[in-house]
Nanobody, 121 residues
Framework: QVQLVESGGGLVESGGSLRLSCELS????????MGWYRQSPGKQREMVAL???????TYADSVRDRFAISRDNAKNTVFLQMNNLKPQDTAVYYC???????????????WGQGTQVTVSS
């Protein structure tokens, strides 16, 4: 069974940086598209960044040029480097994994438990 464990959230001032990590266990991360989503109170969960295995990453417009997703398949880990954080980035951030077949994803979405990121103004 695939499990995802996030770490690295916390409280930071506006303009600051944080780095989130997510380790996948129970399988091999190179077989999955890895990504990060976030959810603020009263809002739907939204995609932040996706890193398909062997393909270019994609980003939400709101974070492009500030956030960077990367993966270390040898460690079954995906990272989200967040720079120039803004109060509107405050949310619970969730790691996501979905099995990848070629350029497509199939099957179940796997989710981590979430990590809180709070950006003070």
């Amino acid at each position: 069974q695939v499990q995802l464990v996030e770490s690295g959230g916390g409280l930071v001032e506006s303009g600051g940086s944080l780095r989130l990590s997510c380790e996948l266990s129970g399988s091999v991360s190179s077989q999955f598209r890895m990504g990060w989503y976030r959810q603020s109170p009263g809002k739907q969960r939204e995609m932040v960044a996706l890193a398909p295995s062997g393909h270019d990453a994609t980003y939400a417009d709101s974070v492009r040029d500030r956030f960077a997703i990367s993966r270390d398949n040898a460690k079954n880990t995906v990272f989200l480097q967040m720079n120039n954080l803004k109060p509107q980035d405050t949310a619970v951030y969730y790691c996501n994994a979905k099995f990848q077949l070629g350029s497509r994803t199939i099957g179940t979405d796997f989710w981590g438990q979430g990590t809180q990121v709070t950006v003070s103004s």
